[in-house]
């Protein structure tokens, strides 16, 4: 097969549209131009962090075995075609967030490690997502796609901000980085140079790009591409029909009209397709190089949504999570069903010998156990080999161990994009099993 000589940074064009190419065989997408024999391209590694809150089942979150053999409990259920990519971990903890034992001093420097301000005062620390964002993301469009399905709460409970609990990337101690909750605006960001409402389709601006593009790589590449394309057609025809039904999100209208005034376009009106949206616009994300850090926020902690979808209408997530009900569990498994669909869809994206699944890691977490605010242990799991640099299928436990903190698994995952620091929140050794 020929190998083409674009450059690393090709792209598609057209008016005030640009979008990344998709890894490709025929094309040396992420090497330098080479001086001499020229390399295979490889794909580099992505990193994803995925959080919900209020913690899960307390009986039900649970991983024992290895590979394909492994036993999962009920929560973990949906994640059972990815045991052989997936680590389970327990016994790690943040010691800082041990001091307020509510909701907001957990969450707020879940990916930190750092001491958080109370009295009102907005303190944390800069995350993980966005320190790897401003050394390993400065070679992408965007440094770092920051996605949320519930809007932040800006109000104070038990002397902390509730920011804390509404925000889990932070891109200075004292900022927490904006969330974008509107699909629209996050694939505008991915693809568009200028956001103006009225712009045509984004992929009908590239069309013709596309179709020089096309004739001048591999047959193989030439699926892709297509693949590609029909697949970023779908997301913009799933946004543009979001909104425009008549029930609004986590509520389930009572009367003829609603009472209350209608959200604006945009914002999808079912959180499960709010969820999924989100899932779709981080892949195609990853698929095309334009980011390859994101956080994604599916709920907050302190949550109020609903899930009239599963027929659990009766109690906001908060309230649901201080029991172990039969509706607890459904609600859990319902969030990691959002994570197997993401796993899913970057697993079917072949890039060379591996998926894109197995190019990134992906890290699901929350900021407590379960409800009842036990947060001397965390619940994590890291889906992903990391770009062939992890070896997954394997339970890793932390518990009773000296040394545990969360912050030595945010160092080994950092040096698996090549990011590499003496210490980060109150860590100075990796895990050496990741």
């Known amino acids: 097969m020929s190998t083409y000589r674009f ?17 490709m065989e025929s094309l040396r997408v992420w090497g330098d131009e080479p001086t001499g024999p020229a390399p295979s391209s490889q794909a580099p590694v992505r990193m994803a962090v995925l959080f919900s809150g209020n913690g899960f089942h307390s009986k039900e979150w649970w991983a024992k075995g290895a590979g394909k053999e492994m036993e999962l409990g009920k929560v973990l259920a949906p994640l059972t075609d990815f045991r052989e990519k997936m680590l389970f971990v327990q016994g790690l903890y943040n010691a800082e967030a041990m001091k307020g034992n509510i909701h907001s001093s957990q969450t707020g420097n879940l990916l930190s490690g750092a001491p958080l301000a109370s009295g009102g005062e907005i303190r944390s620390g800069t995350s993980i997502d966005q320190l790897l964002a401003q050394q390993y993301g400065r070679s992408t469009k965007v440094q770092s796609l920051v ?80 693949e590609y394309l029909d697949s970023v057609r779908d997301v913009e025809q799933r946004i543009d029909r979001a909104g425009k039904q008549g029930e609004l999100q986590g509520w389930r209208p009572t009367l003829d009209k609603p009472n209350i005034p209608r959200p604006p376009d945009g914002i999808p009106q079912n959180v499960a397709d ?18 390859r850090i994101t956080t994604l926020k599916l709920n907050n902690d302190h949550s109020s949504l609903r899930f009239p979808h599963l027929g659990v209408d009766y109690m906001i997530h908060h309230l649901l999570s201080h029991s172990d009900s039969a509706d607890w569990l459904k609600v859990n498994q319902f969030f990691v069903e959002q994570i197997a669909y993401l796993a899913r869809k970057l697993d079917a994206i072949q890039e060379g010998e591996r998926t894109l699944l197995d190019n990134s890691m992906l890290l699901y977490c929350s900021s407590m156990m379960t409800g009842s605010h036990n947060n001397d242990q965390l619940p994590v799991v890291v889906l992903g080999r990391g770009g062939g640099k992890i070896q997954t299928g394997r339970v890793l436990d932390y518990r009773g161990q000296p040394n545990r903190q969360m912050c030595r698994l945010y160092l080994s995952m950092m040096d698996k994009m090549n990011v590499h620091l003496d210490r980060f929140g109150d860590a100075t050794e990796r895990l050496a099993e990741v």
């Open 7 to 23: 450059s690393r940074r090709t792209m598609l064009r057209g008016v005030g549209v640009t979008m990344a190419l998709p890894w």
């Open 147 to 226: 996605l949320g399905c519930e809007k932040s709460n800006p109000s104070v409970h038990k002397n902390y901000s509730m920011l804390y609990s509404s925000h889990i990337s932070w891109t200075t101690p004292t900022t927490p980085t904006p969330l974008e909750l509107y699909p629209a605006l996050a694939f505008d960001r991915l693809f568009k140079d200028e956001v103006q409402r009225g712009d045509k389709s984004v992929l009908d601006a590239v069309l013709a790009d596309a179709t020089d593009l096309r004739r001048q790589i591999s047959a193989s590449d030439q699926h892709k591409l297509d």
């Open 274 to 291: 709010h969820m999924r949206l989100m899932c779709d616009i981080l892949v195609l994300g990853f698929q095309t190089d334009t980011t």
